[in-house]
């Protein structure tokens, strides 16, 4: 088959540029010889039309709510797998079989421990320090420990020891910092309990008492993290993948995607999609506050509505929803918000407004509900997303640094400053 291209032509002059084709999803213009021929750049602000990498983790075809880890379609890993054997698929590329999965499990139980020198650092946070700040100087101290003076991260072991240890100690690395704003004692992971209800027991359990697991509770939390394990070249892996362009301490470059995804038009959006909630506060306010939406002189928007890729449902909203309702079923809560949130849903669904932008729920919408009624309060939300999307941004960093088409990442910009002028000593300005 002949090569696709796409016949430029400037200045008089024409060049052809190559059409790379993927497995699924659109194609992509190879630009990378525009500037040598042309001496032009591409503009393209946010990069909402670059392809910045290839990837062979997640595919998400944002018209049709697909959303696929290696192939394998988000609802049905969210129905049958675990967090753990998601993550060893997005590490390895493959389901692991039963040897495979115990190995990994019994890798990443024995690295949840952090050091003590590092419980120290918690200390030095204030006691109403959000605890997304927390996880960020935490984590990134981990760099502090696992050195890239010392140790080579091209070496292939030293990568996995350095993915297994940031998978394992996210969660402990988060549920001290909840502690921490509890005032509670620090609680030691469990090695016999499985991830996630290891990460429930060390952020709910207290020293004084025992402490019962309820697995309807750990399974939800634990499709919750499916959910959230990676979703391709968002703003928080884009922030891993560009600060570890420059070979930059990995434990450093997670902290910086951290970052990134605690702003509220990322994975912030849960937290502010739950205060929202609770300001529009009954469904007859709902009317006034999709109007606020709406008004362009108003900065409020819906929190938990629109994506930046998919322009219709968000498939991980729906399975979101579902186990909202397992949740409050199972705990049997009546909780005043998701009745707020479905009516909202509904409204914004059949409104011109927000069906002419295809703005729907996103994974956010449902997710704060969901993990309230598991306990957590609003200022962990964006830490249990970081905790889960750890495994996606160390997936990312290992494609990368193996990638030899990666080089540091240097976008260019269009100068719109002033032309060349004469500095002007100081009296005569
Ligand atoms: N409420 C009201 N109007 C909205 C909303 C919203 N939540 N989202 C987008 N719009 C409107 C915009 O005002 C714009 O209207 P216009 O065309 O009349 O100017 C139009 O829809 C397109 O909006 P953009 O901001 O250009 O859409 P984009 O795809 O760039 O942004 C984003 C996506 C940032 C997620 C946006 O929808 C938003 O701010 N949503 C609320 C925050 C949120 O839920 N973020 C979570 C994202 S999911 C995640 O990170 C896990």
């Not at 392809?51 to 997640?58: G, L, V, Y």
């Not at 509890?182 to 709910?204: A, E, R, V």
């Not at 994506?307 to 219709?312: E, F, G, Q």
């Not at 160390?394 to 640094?401: A, G, T």
């Amino acid at each position: 088959m002949t090569q696709k291209t796409v016949r430029m032509i400037y200045d008089g002059k024409e060049i052809e540029l190559p059409v790379l084709e993927g497995t699924l999803g659109p194609k992509a213009v190879d630009i990378s010889t525009l500037q040598k021929e042309f001496g032009l750049f591409t503009y393209d602000p946010g990069f909402k039309n670059t392809s910045s990498c290839k990837s062979d983790i997640t595919y998400i075809d944002g018209t049709e709510s697909i959303l696929r880890y290696y192939g394998y379609p988000i609802e049905q890993l969210a129905s049958q797998s675990t967090y753990l054997e998601t993550c060893y698929l997005l590490l390895n590329g493959e389901l692991p079989n039963e040897a495979q999965c115990q190995d990994f499990h019994d890798e990443i139980t024995h690295h949840t421990m952090l050091n003590e020198q590092l419980i120290k650092f918690y200390t030095g946070f204030r006691r109403d320090a959000h605890p997304m700040s927390i996880v960020v100087g935490v984590f990134g101290a981990l760099s502090s420990f696992y050195s890239s003076g010392e140790i080579d991260y091209h070496n292939a072991e030293e990568r996995e020891k350095a993915t297994m240890r940031m998978i394992a100690k996210m969660p402990t690395i988060a549920a001290l910092a909840y502690k921490y704003s509890k005032g509670q004692p620090f609680m030691h992971p469990i090695n016999s309990l499985d991830y996630t209800s290891n990460f429930l027991q060390m952020c709910f359990a207290v020293p004084a008492e025992p402490y019962h697991h309820d697995p309807i509770l750990s399974k939800a939390l634990d499709m919750i993290f499916i959910l959230q394990a990676d979703h391709e070249q968002n703003a928080s892996t884009s922030t891993v993948r560009l600060a570890s362009s420059s070979q930059a301490n990995p434990y450093a470059c997670v902290a910086a995607g951290v970052v990134s995804l605690w702003g509220p038009a990322h994975g912030g959006a849960n937290e502010a999609a739950l205060n929202m909630l609770k300001e529009i506060g009954s469904v007859e306010n709902i009317p006034k506050f999709i109007a606020r939406a709406k008004d362009k002189s108003d900065p409020f928007r819906l929190m938990g509505f629109g994506h930046r890729v998919y322009k219709t449902y968000d498939p991980r909203a729906k399975i979101m929803q579902d186990t909202c309702n397992i949740v409050l079923d199972h705990l049997n809560m009546d909780d005043p918000l998701f009745d707020i949130a479905r009516e909202l849903e509904h409204v914004a669904l059949n409104d011109e407004y927000f069906i002419e932008r295809n703005l729907y729920p996103n994974v956010d919408f449902y997710s704060g509900i969901t993990l309230r009624a598991l306990g957590f309060p609003s200022s962990m939300f964006t830490v249990l997303f970081a905790l889960s999307r750890t495994v996606g941004w160390v997936s990312q960093w290992k494609e990368m640094i193996t990638d030899k088409e990666q080089s540091i990442g240097r976008p260019r910009q269009l100068y719109t400053g002033p032309d060349k002028r004469d500095y002007v000593p100081m009296k005569q300005r």
